[in-house]
């Protein structure tokens, strides 16, 4: 397991990251004044209404009286900026913090926040056509976040990270060799782990779509597998600020 602390990989085509920092606040919003309740318990209610429930989403089940606030597949995104507690939280928003800003500028706002709820949803179908009855709720940013993860693999797999290795120890590793840790992990733990609290499903879909649109929903021009590990963009062409 790593941990992503920082990366060396300036900005080429936008000045700020905007939305990923808006993510980044909304998610951090959610947990602390709506799905907490103003820092109390978490609300079993919202994680209902708003948290994708396989069963429900396929019709097997319904929510009970009261509980129900959204059409069942709008649940596909809305579960996304809900979070399990601090530390679900807090893992989930550091890789987007590390890798969401250069998959923005590959991008484009706009299409950044498309294509980051597009592999929150794909994410979440993966989840549910894998347990199609489970009637425990899906929350977190993690699928989507995997797609983030699987887009800079594409744009830049090459750049060094840090990160922590096994949570303790910090290391400078190339994202291909962190990144593929990360997801081998995923694999091996679909086909052994009995830990049914995590949705491993929804990390595979969400990083398998990120991999797929990332090709499509780049901004014309922007290379993939990019080979210069210094983190200086690859071609000098002037910058720009445009969504």
Known sequence: ???????????????????????????????????????????????????????????????????????????????????????????????LFVFGDNVEDALGHVRFL?????CGALAASAHVLANPASEAPLVGASGAVAGVIAAYLVLHPNIRLWALVLMKIPLRVPAYWAIGAWFTLQIWQILVSQDQDTAWWAHVG???????????????????LDTDPSGVPSRQAPRKNEP
């Not at 498309?114 to 597009?118: D, K």
């Not at 990083?207 to 929903?217: K, S």
């Open 206 to 224: 969400g990083f398998v779509a990120g991999a797929l649109l990332v090709t499509v929903m780049r901004r014309p021009g922007v290379a993939l």
């Open 1 to 95: 397991m790593f941990l992503p602390i920082a990366d060396a990989n300036p900005l080429e085509h936008v000045r700020h990251a905007y939305v990923t920092w808006a993510l980044l606040a909304l998610n951090l919003f959610v947990f602390l004044a709506l799905q907490h309740g103003a820092f109390g318990a978490v609300s079993e209610a919202g994680t209902l209404a708003f948290g994708t429930i396989p069963a429900v989403v396929t019709g097997e089940a319904v929510l009970p009286e009261g509980y129900a606030r959204i059409p069942a597949p709008f649940s596909l995104v809305t579960y996304m900026f809900l979070h399990g507690g601090w530390l679900h939280l807090i893992g989930n928003m550091t890789f």
């Open 114 to 118: 498309a294509f980051y709820l597009l």
